[in-house]
């Protein structure tokens, strides 16, 4: 294992950085457990407090991310937030701009883009008396807001030729599939079919 120490890197400056870094972050999802109880029904807003407090206090996010830096409660605080905004129709467009920032700053929420992108199409860019009758409008404002953020993130890399680089680093394929164990559920199945074929 690399031990830390010996590289001179651990000042408690950078631990004491990073600490603060990672508990101010944290407001992102303090504001969007706030916005999730206020637009709940009034039905659920019972359940709804005691879903934000249960996610605020979580000891994994307390405990683990506020040592390993991972600065998770900033992402999950942003799927909130756009889960959130998703709720209404006013807010759609964000809510699918705000995944996109999401997606650009950690790529392991990609599995989400499917269920994203089909309740999207279908209650933001299509009609809701016909499927066949796209809003043009909300297209267009949606596909805008999409290659702005996408841009935004991924345009320094190909404007330096390095978009390659940057896509074997998201997708590490030439590694394996089960190099990282961050998809167990479906590499577990893969790595003991895998294991089965080579005794065969």
């Known amino acids: 294992m690399l ?25 992102v ?82 599995y989400l883009a499917p269920a994203y992108f089909v309740y999207l199409l279908r209650a933001y860019c299509l009609s809701q008396k016909s499927i066949f009758r796209p809003r043009f409008a909300n297209c267009v404002k949606l596909g805008i807001g999409l290659a702005v953020v996408f841009g935004a993130a991924f345009g320094p890399f190909w404007y330096w030729g390095q978009i390659d680089q940057v896509l074997g680093r998201l997708f590490p394929f030439s590694r394996g599939l089960c190099h990282a164990y961050w998809a167990p559920n479906i590499w577990a199945m893969y790595s003991f079919t895998d294991r089965v074929l080579l005794l065969g």
């Open 29 to 110: 999802l303090v504001y969007a457990l706030y916005r999730y109880v206020q637009t709940s029904s009034a039905t659920s807003q019972k359940n709804s407090h005691a879903v934000a407090i249960s996610i605020l206090l979580s000891p994994a996010l307390l405990i683990i991310d506020h040592i390993h830096f991972q600065y998770n409660g900033f992402l999950y605080g942003i799927l909130v937030l756009s889960l959130t905004l998703a709720r209404e129709r006013s807010t759609m467009l964000w809510s699918g701009v705000s995944f996109a920032v999401l997606l650009s700053l950690k790529h392991i929420y990609l």
């Open 3 to 27: 031990n830390i120490a010996r590289l001179e890197y651990d000042s408690w400056q950078t631990v004491t950085f990073q600490r603060s870094t990672v508990i101010a972050a944290d407001i």
